[in-house]
């Protein structure tokens, strides 16, 4: 059973997480990888990217169960179905119909989007109660293949970025700069949260 304040912890945690990967997409500089194959879904066949969000992952926590033979992770159904309400809610009510247009705004947008990503993720993993489905295929991968966890989740990306770029996904110089940096937003961020901790801040 899912403890309050560690129910608390992956909400805000995705919330905060899916505004970044919200403006990042808005700011039409290039996403992560497998958001390019979400918002390419969305172009190509319709639906909002949010769903096709939760029918691509929801699917991997079956797929990844059928290659190590291993019983769904229900449980990642839990960030499946927050990540996809929390990009519908920005993408769909907040920023419907903004279009950003001017380079520096692109930056900036991108700059924090990332930023966000980042600081979204180790708010959500801090009580460690569950793996998403993508941390999930590359731990599958590792198994099956017998590869290191680096070399699955390289494959992992790059196989994502080829699907995205072949459905017309935003594949730009933004997608190089989220896979570069991306661990470094979270490492800061748990550090962040970390010197919250030592202030007082119980909840995280």
């Known amino acids: 059973m899912i403890k309050h304040t560690a129910f608390i912890q992956i909400i805000a945690g995705y ?37 096709w969000s939760f029918l691509v992952t929801a699917s991997l926590i079956f797929f990844n169960a059928l290659l190590t033979w291993e019983k769904p992770q229900f449980k990642s159904f839990i960030g499946t179905i927050l990540a996809s309400l929390g990009i519908d809610f920005w993408m769909e009510l ?5 279009t950003v247009t001017h380079f520096s705004v692109q930056i900036i947008a991108f700059i924090t989007g990332v930023a ?17 489905p993508i941390d999930g295929l ?11 966890i680096k070399t699955a989740r390289i494959i992992n990306e790059f196989l994502a970025l080829a699907i995205g ?28 949260l970390n010197h919250l901790k030592d202030k007082g801040l119980k909840i995280i």
């Open 165 to 192: 770029f072949a459905l017309g996904g935003p594949v730009g110089l933004g997608t190089l700069f989220v896979a570069v940096f991306l661990g470094y937003a979270i490492q800061y961020g748990t550090v962040l």
């Open 94 to 98: 907040v920023f419907n119909g903004i």
């Open 116 to 132: 966000l990503l980042g600081f979204g993720v180790s708010i959500y993993i801090r009580p460690q109660l569950f793996s998403g």
């Open 138 to 148: 590359m731990i599958a991968t590792a198994k099956r293949l017998n590869i290191s």
């Open 15 to 51: 919330f905060t997480l899916t505004l970044g990967v919200s403006l990042i997409i808005s700011s039409d500089l290039g996403a992560g990888a497998w958001d390019t194959v979400y918002v390419g879904l969305s172009n190509k066949f319709g639906l909002t990217i949010g769903t």
